[in-house]
């Protein structure tokens, strides 16, 4: 608490503000005249300097500013941003700079700080911080006008500190962290699209020029209160802000707004209750469960509470998709154990004995395989099902062939689950060649074009599945070189046309391609973003979420959306 006395010479103050051209107002108590007297001996654009890091490193200056954002709280930041109302003509410089204190001040609050100069992971700041000292209130710092993506050449350093406005629509591009660490990435210009999707205003460089990291001004993790979710709603990828106003920051790698004023963000990408109509007489998916497992503590549920809402949120999508046939990845690779739980669950909730499942031949030693459900009064399994013993699949496929149960042409699925893009072990061709596509990129398309071959003696080929390849990347090219056509390319607007985000993109992972005579039969296709769209505090997990957003639903019952298709085949 600042001396009482103080409020003696709030009168002097207030005078030496407005002669300042700091502004009119009422003066909070401050500090004894004599510490306001000792003037600052550095300006904050000479700490900032003109590159990453401070040229001041090391030195304790005296600076003088106007408060900008208060994080001062235990749950926050734990000090403030302070700006120079008179920058300097550098645009090089940042004239915003945060102080780690808690010595109490106010937004508008006029201060004088003695701290050190530090780089803090990359943060220009002053700690640690001998002298606080409050000396008047000043007019509000206007935010700088800011639009992504910048000019060439500019960059957001010379922005470190500063309170900005971000002018133009924004959009949700990742809610991975949303939960955990309070952080939502937004995009200038819509949502950012894997470069190697196919995606032709995609590149690397625009992503990044386009992207914001916008954080809730605290370093807490698991926030008692998760943001954007006081009107009732949670935001999902492609809802839209504008005018995001807060400083701008830096810490974990990235530039991060921390907002002084709440965004809001409107429905612009509201949840699809149902998937997209498809036709035909036979309706085909591809689901990816994220590890549906019955044996707890492995890939999947560690209790047998999260198993419960994991397989109530399976079921609830199963049964939305309203599917003949549905290829399935992630299972449990435990005979038919969880299989047969799921199969069992979705007949109970259908209150029919609907579904039934084929049985693998060979399943591989992958903890997960893939697997094939059906509904028995839609379509008839035809001969055996069957996979492939190469070893270069580490999940062998599934195929079977299905024949309209009213009568019909057969057509024979093949389920995939292709090698992950995850560098664990990689080497030689195997390892990350710089081109966009990941590890084990060789590995992909010699499983694609071992499925190639597999489709060619098979009747009405339907290649489906979780390919860990984007719309342009070699393993697809490879199928669609051996004459299997990409169904979502001919039915989804491109705007639609993802299944997976990840750092902020969106791809395309899971693919339906078709023999040509079986293509010429497909009378829709569509993504149902039911899961990818979906911030993942929302999924069964009891760790971390809040209680509260559970919902028994389809909603983030995985990571991936599934694919849906409609064939005639009478």
Request: aromatic share 8%; with cysteine.
């Amino acid at each position: 608490m600042r001396p009482s006395a103080a409020t003696r010479t709030a009168a002097v103050l207030a005078a030496a503000a407005v002669t300042a051209g700091l502004g009119t107002g009422a003066v909070r108590a401050a500090e004894a005249p004599a510490a306001c007297a000792v003037p600052a001996d550095t300006e904050i654009a000479e700490v900032q300097g003109t590159g990453g890091a401070s040229p001041l490193a090391g030195r304790t200056v005296r600076v003088e500013g106007v408060v900008t954002a208060d994080f001062q709280r235990s749950d926050q930041l734990r000090g403030f941003f302070v700006q120079d109302p008179t920058p300097d003509d550098d645009p090089r410089t940042s004239d915003g700079i945060f102080v780690y204190s808690t010595r109490d001040v106010n937004v508008r609050d006029r201060v004088l700080v003695t701290g050190e100069a530090v780089e803090y992971h990359g943060l220009t700041e002053l700690s640690p911080v001998s002298a606080v000292d409050v000396c008047g209130t000043a007019r509000a710092i206007a935010p700088d006008n800011v639009r992504l993506p910048l000019e060439d050449g500019a960059t957001l350093e010379s922005s470190e500190g500063v309170l900005v406005r971000f002018r133009g629509e924004m959009a949700a591009s990742e809610t991975y962290d949303l939960g955990r660490y309070g952080e939502i990435t937004v995009a200038a210009g819509g949502r950012l699209f894997q470069p190697t999707d196919g995606h032709d205003d995609s590149s690397q460089a625009e992503n990044e020029a386009r992207r914001l990291l916008v954080d809730d001004a605290s370093n807490v993790q698991n926030p008692d209160t998760v943001p954007y979710t006081s009107d009732g709603r949670v935001v999902r990828l492609g809802d839209v802000t504008e005018g995001l106003t807060g400083v701008l920051s830096y810490g974990f790698d990235a530039y991060r707004l921390q907002p002084t004023r709440s965004p809001h963000f409107a429905r612009a990408n509201p949840r699809p209750e149902r998937p997209e109509p498809v036709g035909g007489d036979v309706r085909v998916a591809s689901f990816n469960t994220l590890n549906w497992f019955t044996t707890l503590g492995r890939r999947g549920a560690d209790t047998a509470a999260e198993r419960d809402r994991q397989l109530a949120k399976l079921v609830a999508a199963l049964k939305g998709l309203d599917a003949d046939v549905v290829g399935l990845m992630e299972v449990e690779n435990n005979g038919d154990t969880a299989l047969k739980a799921l199969v069992d669950a979705l007949n109970a909730a259908v209150g029919a004995e609907r579904y039934a499942w084929t049985g693998h031949p060979y399943p591989g030693t992958d903890e997960i395989k893939v697997a094939f459900l059906y509904d028995r009064t839609a379509v008839t399994p035809v001969g055996e099902p069957r996979s492939s013993r190469d070893d270069v699949f580490d999940r062998p496929p599934l195929a079977q062939t299905f024949r309209p149960a009213a009568g019909g042409d057969a057509f024979t699925a093949i389920v995939n689950h292709f090698k992950s893009k995850g560098c664990g072990g990689a080497s030689g061709p195997d390892a990350d060649q710089g081109d966009g596509q990941g590890c084990y990129n060789d590995r992909r398309v010699k499983q694609a074009t071992a499925i190639a071959e597999l489709a060619k003696g098979a009747e009405n080929p339907l290649v489906l599945g979780d390919l860990n390849a984007y719309g342009a990347e070699d393993p697809v090219r490879v199928l669609e070189d051996a004459g299997l056509v990409g169904q979502t390319p001919r039915f989804v607007d491109d705007e639609d046309r993802y299944s997976y985000v990840y750092m902020g993109l969106s791809g395309e992972l899971d693919h339906m391609l078709a023999g040509p005579a079986l293509s010429r039969r497909v009378t829709g296709a569509t993504i149902w973003h039911i899961n990818s769209d979906e911030p993942r505090f929302l999924d069964y997990n009891t760790e971390y979420n809040p209680a509260e957003f559970y919902e028994p639903d389809a909603f983030r019952s995985s990571d991936h959306d599934p694919v849906l298709i409609g064939l005639d085949l009478r």
